[in-house]
C-alpha cells in the first residue's frame, strides 16, 4: 500500500500541493476487483503492487485495514450504489458487505441521475464531516450501473501541540514563487532520522481517550537543499517507508513547520492505466464477470478521488473519498540539537505506527 501510494503521488506531483489516501484508493479499487476476472483482474493487482498475494491474502488485508481504520479518530466506510433492478451477483454484494463493511444501496441512473448523485454527495459529506461537500459536481451518467464508494476520515490532536504565541510569519520557498505564511515553532524532543537526501520526523497523536496511546503518527519529510522532492518519494518507494520510519529515534529538535491546508481532487484513470490498469477501462475488453455472475459489458467508465488536508497548532484532519464510477457500454543553540525547518517543499504521511501503514499521503510544493 505504501509503495503504490508513493507511486501515485510521484506520478501526479506536479510542483503545486497534492494529497492523496492511499489506504481510501486501494480498498475502493479492491472492492472493485472482486468482481473482476482474467486479465482484468491481474492488471488492477500489479497496479496495486499486490502481485505478490493470494486474493485470499487481499481480501483478509481488507477487512483488517476496515477494522483498524474505524479506531482513535480514523473512520472508514464503504457503499455500494447499484442501478435499481440490475442483476448483480449477491455473492459480489455479499463480499464487499463482509470483507469491505459495505452498505448497498439501490438508486436509478437510468432515470434519475441527478437523484442518484445528490445520494452519493450526501453520503461522502457525512461520512468525512463535511470536508468533502460534493464529489461529483454535476450528475453522473445515465448509463452508470454502479458506484462504488470508499470514504476515511481523522481528526487527531498532537501528543505535544505547538503553542500558538510561537507561531508568526516566515518565507516559504516554493516551486513557483516565494510566500509569507504562518510557521509554527517548538524546541522538543521527538522521532527523528537523517540521511543523505533527507531529514524525517514523526509527532504523535493523542489517543481516543485524552490520555490513551494513539497508533497514529505523522511524519515530515524535508529533502536535502537540491534533493528533489519527486527522487525522493521514488527512493522512499523503493526502500519502503515503514523501513525508514523504523529507524527513527529520539533527538533534541528545533522545528518550524508551516501551517496548511487545503483540497486536492483528480481523475484517477491515466494515473492507473501508467502503473498497468488498462483492461478496467476498456469497454470492449474488460471482465466484470463476478458482478453478475455471467459476462456482461460492464467496464470502468473513472475513479476519481478528493483529499482534504489541515495542520495546525493543535494537531490535524484528513478526509478523503475514492469514488469509482462502472458504466455499461452502449530557539538558543544547543549542543547535539537538530534543525528542521520545512521552509521549501516537503512529503507529510500519516501513517499507523503498528507497522507503518500509509493512511494519507502528500506534498507541499507552494503555499
Known amino acids: ?39 482484468t483482474s491481474e492488471e488492477m493487482k500489479t497496479a496495486l503492487s499486490m502481485s505478490g ?8 488485508a481488507c477487512q483488517q485495514l476496515m477494522w483498524r481504520t474505524n479506531t482513535n479518530g480514523m473512520e472508514s466506510a464503504n457503499s ?44 461522502a459529506s457525512d461520512k468525512t464531516h463535511g470536508k468533502i461537500e460534493k464529489m461529483n459536481a454535476t450528475p453522473l451518467p445515465s448509463d452508470t450501473r454502479l458506484v462504488l464508494i470508499n470514504a476515511l476520515y481523522f481528526l487527531g490532536d498532537w501528543e505535544n501541540p505547538f503553542k500558538a504565541e510561537n507561531s508568526y510569519n516566515q518565507t516559504f520557498h516554493g516551486t513557483s514563487n516565494d510566500s509569507d505564511v504562518s510557521f509554527m515553532h517548538d524546541t522538543n524532543t521527538m522521532l527523528y532520522a537523517e540521511t543523505s537526501a533527507y531529514q524525517m520526523i514523526s509527532m504523535p497523536f493523542k489517543g481516543a481517550q485524552g490520555d490513551a496511546d494513539s497508533p497514529y503518527s505523522m511524519a515530515f519529510i524535508l529533502p536535502k537543499e537540491g534533493t528533489d522532492l519527486t527522487a525522493v518519494m521514488d527512493d522512499l518507494a523503493v526502500k519502503s517507508f515503514s523501513s525508514s520510519v523504523a529507524g527513527l529515534s529520539d533527538a533534541k529538535v528545533d522545528l518550524a513547520l508551516p501551517k496548511f491546508e487545503f483540497t486536492y481532487d483528480t481523475d484517477m484513470v491515466d494515473t492507473m492505466k501508467s502503473l498497468g490498469m488498462n483492461a478496467a477501462f476498456d469497454s470492449n475488453n474488460a471482465q466484470f464477470d463476478k458482478m453478475t455472475g455471467a459476462e456482461n459489458n460492464l467496464y470502468n467508465s ?6 482534504y488536508i489541515r495542520v495546525d497548532e493543535k494537531g490535524a484532519e484528513a478526509a478523503a473519498v475514492t469514488e469509482i464510477v462502472v458504466g455499461e457500454t452502449a530557539m538558543p543553540v544547543e549542543k547535539d540539537l537538530k534543525t528542521f525547518t520545512a521552509d521549501r517543499p516537503f512529503l507529510f504521511a500519516i501513517y499507523d505506527e503498528t507497522d507503518g501503514s500509509v493512511l494519507f499521503l502528500g506534498a507541499i510544493g507552494q503555499l
Open 1 to 39: 500500500m505504501n509503495k503504490y501510494g508513493l507511486q501515485v503521488t510521484s506520478t501526479l506531483y506536479d510542483g503545486q500541493n497534492i494529497a492523496v489516501s492511499p489506504a481510501s484508493l486501494e480498498l475502493a479499487i479492491l472492492m472493485a476487483r472482486t468482481g473482476a476476472i482474467g486479465a
Open 53 to 60: 498475494l493470494s486474493d485470499d491474502e487481499i481480501l483478509a
Open 80 to 123: 455500494l450504489w447499484m442501478q435499481k433492478d440490475y442483476s448483480f451477483s449477491s455473492d459480489f454484494i455479499s463480499t464487499c458487505n463482509s470483507k469491505f463493511m459495505a452498505d448497498a444501496f439501490a438508486v436509478n441512473f437510468m432515470t434519475d441521475a441527478k437523484g442518484a448523485t445528490d445520494a452519493i454527495n450526501t453520503w
Open 302 to 307: 473513472d475513479i476519481l478521488h478528493k483529499c
